[in-house]
Structures are given as C-alpha cells and as structure tokens.
DNA sequence: CTGAAAGCGCTAACAA
DNA sequence: TTGTTAGCGCTTTCAG
C-alpha cells in the first residue's frame, strides 16, 4: 500500500475503500503511528492549530472563554496556542508590552504556525490590521467590532439597560454606576458603551443622570469596593442601588456596603455584568453572559470557516440574561 | 548569497560574519521575511514550542502559573501549546475527561508539535509515563514528584508546618485546619501532605491532633466558607485559628466568620496558603508560593534544557514565605 | 479507488 | 566563512 492512500485514508478523504481505510487505521493504532505535525503543515499548509490571544491570563472572564474555546478546538483536533498581548494603553509607547506586542506580529504569527486566530478583546492598530490581513488566515475577533473580521460581540448598550431596567422597575430612581476608567481600559470603550445604556435608561424613565452616581474602578473586587466607599461616603448621593459594569467590582461594592453597615438588598441593591462563578456564592443578581459558552462559540466559527462550512460574514451578537438573586429587591419604602 | 547562509544567520550561528549577518537581518526586516515554522521544524526536528499541560483553566493559582511560563518562553522565542487535562479521578473509567486525556497522550503529543513539555500537577500511570518517555523530549514537572523527570515541588509539609507553627506562636492551642477531600483530588496527596505537616506541628508543640478540628473541602471561596460553618457551629470544639490549605478556602472561611458574628482575628486567626491576589484586599495572612514566578522558573528549565545549557537533573524545592497581615493575632485572654 | 512522483521551505553535512 | 546538495515526512496532482 502507498503512502499516499495511507495520508488519504487517515485524513478521511472519501476517495479510499471503507475497507483499506480501515487496514490502515487498524495499522496506525497497532503501530501508534502519527502523522507528523510539521511535515504535514510543510506539504499541505494546515497546521491543525489555532492561535488565540486574549488581553489577560489572570482574570477569571478572559479564562472561561479561554476554556470553552480549548476544549472545543481540541475536541475538534486543533492544537491552541495561547498569546498573551497586554491591551495598549497608549501611553507607554516603548514599554516591554509594547515590545511584546509588535514581536507577535511581527514574529510568532508571521511563522505560518496557525490556522486561523482567535482574537479576544482586541483593539488593532493600523500597522497590526495589516499584519493579520497579511496572513491571509481566518481571524475571528469576539467581544468588540473588527471591522471586515468574523466578530462576536456582546450588545453592552443592550446589557447595560436590561440591568438598569430591573433595578427601575423594583421602584428604585436613585441608581449610582461604577464602570471602568474610560481612558485607561481601551477595550472597544466598553465601559463608555455601558455607562450610556445605563444613562440612557435612566433618561426614558425620566430621570435626570446624576454624574456623581458615576464611580470609576478597574474591574477588580478591590477598585469595586474603594469605588463604593467612596460612593456610599459621598453625602451629596444617597442611591438606593449600584449597577457594576462587571462581577468582581460588584462583588467589591457587596463586601463595602456591608462594611459599611448597609444591608443589601434592604438597604442597597447591587446588580453586576458577568455571570462570574462567585455570583451564585455571593448571592448576586447580575446580568450573566456566558463567557464559557462564548469561548466555545468563537472555536466553533474557526473550525467551520477551516473546514469550508462558512460562508458569509459573521457579526453576531451574543447572548445575555438576566439571573435574579438576592442582591437586588424593591425598594423599601422610606 | 545562499539560502544556507541565511538560515545560518536567521539562527544566529556563530560561523557567520557579522558583516553578511547585519545584511540578511536588514533585508529579512526590509522584506519582513519569517522562517517557516513547518519548514524548519521538518528540516531540523526543532519546533520553537512548549506544550504546557494544565489540570484547570479556572483556577486563579494555575492561571498565575500559566501566566509565568507564557511569559517566560514567548520572551525566548518560544510559542506555548495549551493543554487542559482534567485530573483523573480514578472514579469514571470511560467520562468524556478520560477520553480526553488518552486523546492527548496518544495523538496530540504524538505530533511532534512540542520540543518540551511542561506537566502541572499532573500525576501519570504507567501508560502516560511510557508514551511520555517515547517522545524523547524533556518533561518538566511542577507541583509534584515525577519520578526520572526535572522536577520542582513545594515542600508541602514545610508549609504546613510554618503556617501552623505561626499561629502557635500566637499561642493558639486550638486550631483547625481546612483541607482537601484526600480520596477526590489526587494532586500527589496534597491535602494529606499538608495536614501532615499541621499534624506534626501541633504534636510537637504538645498538642494532640483533634480529627473533629479538620473539615474537608473542594478548594474554592464556596467550599471554605461551608467548612467553616460546619466547623464553627459544631459545639463539640472551640477553635480560636484556622490554618486552609489554601488562599481561597481562607478567604471563604474568613466570610463565614463574619457571617457568624465572629471577629477576624479578634475571635478567630485564619491562615492561608498560596499568596493570592486577593490575600492583601482581605487582609489574609498567607504562605506565599509565588505561583508566577513558579511558572517562570519551569519555563526557565524547560529553555535551558533545550538550550543545552542544563546538565543534571533537577529535583528542587520552590520557595515560599509567610506574609503576615491582619486575619491573625496573638490568642486573646479568656 | 490506488500508485508514482514532485515538491512544500528549510537545515545540516560536506566541500570549497 | 560561505556554497552545494541531500533530504526532513508528508500531501497532492496526475496517471492508471
């Protein structure tokens, strides 16, 4: 038998006999011979492998998504290899990071090591679009538009108000925000994006937005407790709920108003973004968002686009819902 | 100029002028000219990349490890295959998760996709060790003792023993520990070893080990905090500090605490393990480990190793630290 | 449906 | 120090 039906037979092509298809897998196992990666990238051009580069490996969303698309790439038989690409600032121009940065665009993906790429909160400068147009590899981008890319993204306007709305309806009109810094954090103004869906909610039930109401933190458990004592401190606000951009800075603003000697939710009621492991432990009502499934999601649009089945542009919006808990309840009359 | 001579200088060989070198590298720039990974790896057997196994994707502690080796080796030009293995539980022969795990070791491995690997936490039978010792490449295992592999593990009963010797030395006589379940994670007898350690300590301070002191959970916030109502609300034992085996059941416990009425230290000492981000935000006394520098330490080996640079076997123990704050105290007078 | 043969783009001997 | 050349182990036309 030849080599050739034996690459056929075990890349599944239709072309061999069920029969021989079948001696040849039965020899391959008996064997434990495997087809070796690099010459068959060398000889066909598919690698079997995907990239995928996410802005933080220590943060509990960023390694959900990551999971899901794991598990579903290798299920599918990809390889992920993971890059690690700290989100520009803007400000440090020739840090380390941004060293890091032009290295894998220039370097690591230029290699020809993956099939397709997976980008996680990407925002792309005019020199990095050209990179990835270069290499002529299926990019899919999840969580904020990559113009002429196949894009996943979460409607944070929509997110924002479906939070808002429930705290309105419980009868609350005092409704204070903590969101990111709008400078610092450059993801797709995702916090901007939030702030106006919440303000724009406000607006439609006729309430004036009050800028003091409006905290920044860094979307961590700490900036969002600092950010509430700062808040709750304030004699000038008396909100009667917080909604937080994300999980962590509400449970940060749970962990404060406790402190502080409020009861949630009779005193306050606190809604997050997320749907964060903790949430359920900590009793918080928040606005979950699949980050897991989201991960698996964007795997399965790469393994469709590598193996032919996609067609068209993709652009779609994600999933949300809002799960209730104990954090969130109707406003107590005064 | 011949493609050797390039390739000799790209690989920054030494039998190559400076003077045609700076050329080749400026024209390389100028053309932005890449080496084929594929090409190369075939033609070399070299592949420019790591495979790092991780038991979790959703643990904070892995992540830091992660985070460190990624680091470590796209600094020194090498790509990171990701691996998620769930750790076998010895209970369900056939789950998707063993399934997974067979997959790894007899086709993805097999690839030849990885000069190196690097195992986490990762306890082999007898097949994964052969199949381990066909790839003839170097393995390098954190977290536990692999027998014939490098190997870098913490001493987890001098941990143990220092978390508990603290708390003695605050003069607490009663102190519990919160572990793991010995029979479910099989993290090289982890939870056992530990408590161990904590057992060893109290008898030589005179103290009798008390089983009903310890409880068992599945290391996360959740679990400590339910351990640690279970602990307190037992009348049969008056604890006055905690040693968890980890940051997280710390934490959980340092929440029950205060959902209880009990202050923390005034009432109740609590010690963790891990060095946690969130360690300082709660005000937790911790063992640090340093898990990223931990995970730059493996990645270290693993390029030294495949740098020709590392002789002898390594078998060394990770450092670690007590970091005091404000979740213990010397024992209040009855 | 199967076989023969021509590379894929590099690296590493070996020569020069 | 540089050039020449023979593969690395597959996949894929092209024939049969």
């Known amino acids: 038998m030849s080599t050739a039906t034996v690459s056929r037979a075990l890349a599944g092509k239709s072309s061999v006999s069920p029969a021989t298809k079948a001696r040849v897998e039965a020899a391959a196992k008996q064997l434990g011979y495997v087809v070796s990666a690099a010459a068959s990238s060398l000889a066909s051009g598919r690698t079997r492998n995907v990239g995928v ?3 933080y490996l220590d943060s509990w969303f960023f390694m959900a998504v990551l999971k899901g698309a794991q598990r579903t790439l290798a299920d599918a038989g990809y390889d992920v290899t993971l890059y690690h690409l700290a989100p520009a600032d803007g400000l440090e121009i020739d840090s380390e990071s941004a060293q890091r940065r032009s290295r894998l665009f220039d370097e690591f993906l ?3 090591r993956v099939d ?3 980008a996680v909160n990407l925002e792309l400068d005019d020199h990095e679009r050209t990179a990835l ?3 002529s590899r299926p990019v899919v981008g999840l969580g904020g538009p990559l113009p002429g890319l196949h894009t996943l993204s979460l409607d ?5 108000r479906l939070a808002t709305d429930h705290l309105l309806a419980l009868g609350h009109r005092s409704i204070a925000h903590i969101t990111g810094d709008p400078d ?3 993801d797709f103004q995702m916090p901007a994006t939030r702030r106006a869906g919440y303000e724009a909610s406000l607006v439609e039930a006729g309430i004036e937005p009050d800028p003091l109401l409006v905290r920044h933190a860094n979307f961590t458990i700490e900036g969002g407790y600092d950010a509430t004592l700062r808040l709750l401190g304030d004699p000038r606000v008396h909100p009667t709920a917080i909604f937080a951009a994300s999980d962590e800075m509400a449970i940060g603003a749970l962990l404060a108003a406790r402190d502080l000697g409020r009861t949630v939710p009779g005193d306050l009621s606190i809604v997050g973004i997320d749907g964060h492991d903790l949430a359920d432990f900590f009793g918080l009502t928040t606005i979950d968002q699949f980050p897991e499934v989201q991960g698996q999601q964007v795997a399965q649009i790469v393994i469709d686009e590598l193996t032919g089945q996609l067609q068209d542009a993709v652009d779609e919006d994600l999933p949300y819902e809002l799960v209730v808990r104990r954090s969130t309840s109707r ?3 005064a």
Chains 1, 2 share one sequence.
């Not at 944070?156 to 924002?160: E, F, N, Q, S």
């Open 184 to 186: 610092f954090e450059r």
């Open 116 to 118: 397709a790429l997976i």
């Open 331 to 333: 406003l107590r009359e």
């Open 110 to 112: 230029r290699r020809q």
């Open 133 to 135: 147009g270069d290499l």
């Open 156 to 160: 944070d306007t929509g997110v924002a």
């Open 53 to 55: 580069v996410m802005p």
